[in-house]
Nanobody
């Protein structure tokens, strides 16, 4: 079992930056596929970015590509999402997720992931 706790959300001005953190307990993250999802009000949960177990593979949704960086520190059992040049459309609850065996065919789907955090609200507004 893995427990995930997100932090770092908040209210930020358009054009601002945030670092989201996901701290894991109960299991080492070193062999776990990790991802960030987000869910805006009235919208479906969507993949923001994922990072492989070896950190050699990362993926970003087109909406955040070039503005975000996903990383992990397995020594700290923590994953991060650095977001820059934030836009109002980035407003959402951001969720950390972990998968033990993520099928590539559904890698962008929430159902591919086994464990979830409670989410952290990010609001981009002036």
């Amino acid at each position: 079992q893995v427990q995930l706790v997100e932090s770092g959300g908040g209210l930020v001005l358009p054009g601002g930056s945030l670092r989201l953190s996901c701290a894991a307990s109960g299991r080492t993250l070193s062999n776990t596929f990790m991802a960030w999802f987000r869910q805006g009000s009235g919208k479906e949960r969507e993949l923001v970015a994922y990072i492989s177990t070896t950190t050699t593979t990362t993926y970003y949704a087109g909406s955040v590509k070039g503005r975000s960086t996903i990383s992990r520190d397995d020594a700290k059992n923590t994953m991060y999402l650095d977001m820059r040049n934030l836009k109002p459309e980035d407003t959402a609850v951001y969720y950390c997720s972990a998968g033990l065996n993520v099928p590539k065919i559904i890698i962008t789907s929430p159902r591919a992931y086994d464990f979830w955090g409670q989410g952290t609200q990010v609001t981009v507004s002036s």
